[in-house]
């Protein structure tokens, strides 16, 4: 599926990083009519069941599905979407772990389409990698890394691990938290550790989720449930368990069955027993953000330009709102792709934004990783005080789809 590509080569718009943010962003510019290069050192994993694979799910908000669709993606995706019309929070910070609290979050208070839509990661690849080969103007190189950077003021150029060389009008950093080319830069991060981990993986359920995404707190961290389509005929969902890093780990060595028990505890059996559908990960949870999201015919996104714990579907939809207002600015005024008057716009519209949502998030984080039974009261009380005020749910409703 790559394609072959000159020893140098000049395009509109350089992607460096082929995960599920570069390759979004290589199918909507290349859908708007750039000519584009993505690169990435690894070739995606396309399969459910093989080793490396991407068990993660990824759940699109409102927003996200118009840039899907305007990059001719949605159309291949739709079919294989569990909707997420209800988000559910469920405190069981009491002295044992059940339900003391639910609330509801419904997304019919606000719209008439569900908040988003899940889909694995793993799944996404593949059908983005398809997409990418429909369109000629995009040159997919994977295997192949950037490993220099060199900017003038009309264009970039970036060397490749293949020896070759690209020069580019706009370098678009998708490359990750630990981001080659923000490095060569020289734009710093700063960087919070919790000491925790999360757990990824797929269970099934006897229980349906009838659409419902569902997040357990209690304490180490949130618990939480999202609806996949059914799997081996029973009702499944994607899992993500943080917890503070011993006991993650402690959780990922454990045996199947003793997980399997540790998992329906925690989920508060409110779907009956957990069994696991697929193998587990786990990664260190970290908050990042960058000291500016662009460089001299750079511009920073995704995790190169902010990293935020998994809580409420935040990570890759912030990710996919850098390229919305990327893609407006490069179309709106086509003659000053990459130049410092549109790298400049693009800071300022996301940078505040940007910083808003890692601190909002951090702040949920450290409410959901609490133990002292005073402090789980508290959290308690404050989500029912927030869920209480009619306009205060909203409003939270629409801040978390990034509505301003």
Not at 103 to 111: E, G, L
Request: net charge neutral; with cysteine; charged share 20%.
């Amino acid at each position: 599926m790559t394609k072959t590509a000159p020893i140098s080569a000049d395009v509109d718009v350089l992607i460096s990083g082929g995960g599920i943010a570069g390759l979004t962003a290589a199918a909507a510019f290349g859908a708007a009519g750039f000519s584009v290069q993505c690169v990435d050192p690894t070739a995606p994993i396309t399969e459910r069941n093989v080793a490396g694979s991407d068990l993660r799910t990824t759940a699109f908000l409102q927003p996200a599905q118009a840039l899907l669709d305007q990059a001719g993606l949605w159309e291949r995706l739709a079919p294989h979407a569990a909707p997420l019309q209800v988000m559910r929070i469920v405190d069981a910070g009491g002295d044992v772990p059940e339900p003391r609290i639910v609330k509801d979050f419904n997304s019919s208070d606000i719209s008439d389409l569900p908040f988003g839509w899940n889909l694995p990661n793993w799944l996404l690849r593949r059908e983005m990698l398809a997409r990418l080969a429909e369109l000629s103007n995009v040159d997919l190189r994977l295997g192949c890394a950037t490993t220099t950077l060199f900017t003038r003021t009309n264009e970039a150029r970036v060397g490749l691990s293949d020896g070759s060389q690209t020069h580019a009008r706009l370098v678009i950093a998708a490359d990750g938290r630990n981001s080659a080319m923000r490095q060569a830069a020289g734009i710093k991060v700063h960087t919070t550790r919790y000491g925790q981990k999360a757990l990824a993986l797929a269970v099934t359920h006897p229980i349906p989720h009838v659409n419902v995404s569902t997040e357990i707190h209690r304490s180490g961290g949130p618990f939480t449930l999202v609806p996949l389509p059914d799997y081996d005929g029973m009702p499944s969902s994607a899992l993500v368990w943080m917890e503070r890093s011993a006991r993650a780990q402690e959780l990922f060595e454990m045996d199947e069955t003793a997980f399997e028990a540790e998992m329906t505890d925690r989920s508060c059996a409110l779907f009956g027993p957990l069994k696991l559908a697929s193998r587990r990960t786990i990664w260190p949870i970290i908050s990042q953000s960058a000291e500016r999201l662009y460089g001299e015919r750079l511009a920073l996104v995704a995790e190169a330009a902010h990293v935020v714990p998994p809580i409420g579907a935040q990570g890759l939809n912030m990710s996919l709102g850098d390229m919305r207002i990327l893609l407006d600015l490069a179309v709106a005024t086509p003659n000053q792709l990459g130049n410092a008057t549109m790298l400049e716009a693009y800071h300022r519209r996301r940078f505040a934004e940007v910083k808003l949502r890692v601190q909002g998030i951090d702040m949920l984080n450290r409410a959901s990783m609490v133990e002292a039974r005073g402090l789980r009261d508290a959290r308690a009380m404050g989500l029912n005080a927030l869920y209480s005020l009619g306009p205060v749910r909203k409003t939270l409703m629409q801040m978390g789809l990034g509505a301003r």
